[in-house]
């Protein structure tokens, strides 16, 4: 039953975008027609379907969410998306280009005007300013900056002042503070005057006259504590605060460990600068993910999937390239053995089982120690012990499944000798499958690179090369 109101709205979603995709090609097919047509006011009937479709559009996509229009536009070709695009209303530029992927950004970015762009930057927050910057140009950077009032210039320049993936690029500036030495009752009279919360509100942030944090002050405790009596007594005087420098990785980890709406930022000097929210934290987990996926893949960076052939080789061919080169190596290491093969052919048809096999086991431990890697729980002294369990494991597979196959390969091809060194290649295989899956990220790790950076490629070509040289040169020095 808890699914049922995602599920829901994932199909409300689908029936927008096949509703929008419904109305341009209804567009496409009836200019078509009536550019074929030989008839009277040709252009005039082209305009007036041509705006009748465009209204109908306009409809269609007025009251959806910013990030249902940015899910729209991420389904659309770039043609169709530019079209829709161009109706979206004024003053929801900015809100759109926040949610929607940064490589579709930057298409729709390079359609609009300087002017248009200080207009969607400017209706933003000063925090998701900072988010849109490294997009800008910089005169139009310099243009917002300029139209800000002060106190909002001062917090954008702290804003992108932080290094990306820190707490202090993901804060927002927006949140509500009282004094400790005033009644409840002022706190309630002091909310009912604002028009609303700021988003994810759940406690308000107790500072003195210095602006230092004292506390928090729980909406659930305000509204059930006496309203005479003060925030002092309220208030929760010790919780959970962040630093602005602190990795965004290390409090989105403090945001599940203690299940957190919000948390407050302070500077040195324990000052209150700004809060973290759980919409933020949930955001950057789901870019890092995303990051990691294309990373495992051999991919530099998101890509639009409408982009154009050219855009989509330049992210992709760095890894190829090295995909290329090692599988050029294993194709050398086979040809070492072309004597071996052509004096028995089953040779050639099982090699692919034994490193295909440890390719999947090292990939398996890659993904582990990646992951271990993220959420910080692999410290300098556990390396040996996780190499010492990864060779357990693949020493384990190893025995089993190399004997399984082993034993498949002695009925299949009546050779008992043959199906030894099958078994034997494929635990020494596993095993190297395994050393390689702590192996590789942990120099990426050391030398500070990103761990799941092109690692699934890296194992591949050490299981392959590493794989047939084990299978076939067991099969020279043993059967032949």
């Known amino acids: 039953m808890t699914d049922a109101p995602a599920r829901l709205e994932v199909e409300s979603l689908q029936e927008n975008l096949r509703a929008v995709q419904d109305v341009l090609r209804r567009q496409h097919v009836v200019e078509s027609l ?10 005039l009937v082209e305009q007036l379907v041509h705006k009748q479709h465009l209204a109908e559009l306009k409809t269609r996509l007025e009251p959806l969410h910013p990030a249902d229009l940015a899910y729209i536009l991420e389904a659309l070709p770039q043609e169709e998306r530019l079209q829709v695009w161009a109706l979206v209303r ?9 949610e929607v992927s940064d490589a579709v950004r930057e298409t729709l970015i390079a359609t609009m005007d300087p002017k248009e762009l200080v207009a969607a930057a400017g209706a933003l927050e000063a925090d998701e300013i900072a988010d849109l910057a490294p997009d800008l140009p910089e005169n139009v950077i310099e243009d917002v900056i300029r139209a800000l009032p002060q106190e909002e210039r001062e917090q ?3 804003a992108m002042s932080y290094e990306e993936g820190t707490v202090g690029a993901l804060m927002d500036f927006e949140q509500i503070t009282v004094r400790e030495d005033v009644t409840l009752e002022v706190v309630t009279r002091y909310l009912r005057r604002l028009d609303e919360l700021p988003g994810h509100t759940d406690q308000l942030f107790v500072v003195d006259r210095e602006q230092k944090l004292r506390g928090t002050l729980p909406l659930a405790r305000l509204i059930v504590t006496d309203l005479e009596s003060e925030v002092l007594a309220a208030m929760v005087p010790e919780g959970v605060k962040l630093h602005p420098e602190d990795p965004a990785e290390d409090a989105a980890q403090a945001f599940e460990r203690y299940d957190l709406v919000s948390a407050p930022v302070v500077d040195h000097f324990g000052r209150l600068v700004g809060r973290l929210t759980v919409d933020a934290v949930v ?19 998101e890509e639009d999937i409408f982009a154009t052939a050219w855009a989509s080789f330049r ?6 390239a090295v995909n290329l080169v090692t599988a050029f190596v294993a194709s050398r290491v086979i040809s070492l053995f072309e004597g071996s093969i052509g004096q028995l052919v089953a040779l050639a048809a099982l090699m692919p089982i034994v490193a295909g096999i440890g390719g999947n086991s090292g990939n398996q431990t890659i993904t ?9 729980q692999i410290q300098a002294t556990y390396w040996p012990k996780l190499v010492a369990k990864e060779l357990g494991v693949a020493t384990l597979n190893g025995v089993i499944w190399g004997g399984i196959l082993g034993i498949a390969t002695w009925m299949l091809y009546d050779n008992v000798a043959l199906g030894g060194v099958m078994a034997l290649a494929m635990l ?4 190297l499958g395994a050393g390689m899956g702590v192996l590789i990220p942990y120099l990426r790790a050391r030398f500070e690179r990103d761990p799941a950076v092109g690692s699934s490629v890296l194992v591949t070509a050490c299981t392959d090369s590493g794989g047939f040289f084990i299978f076939l040169g067991l099969a020279t020095l043993f059967l032949l």
């Open 90 to 98: 004024a003053g929801r530029e900015g809100e759109i280009l926040l």
């Open 315 to 320: 992210n992709r061919w760095s890894w190829l």
């Open 34 to 43: 009536v550019q074929r047509q030989d008839m009277p006011r040709h252009e």
């Open 368 to 376: 582990m120690i990646v992951r271990a890697l993220a959420l910080g």
């Open 283 to 301: 955001d950057h987990i789901r870019e890092k993910s995303a990051e990691t996926q294309l990373a495992e893949g051999g991919l530099a960076k």
């Open 428 to 431: 020494l295989t596993l095993l």
């Open 156 to 158: 954008l320049r702290a």
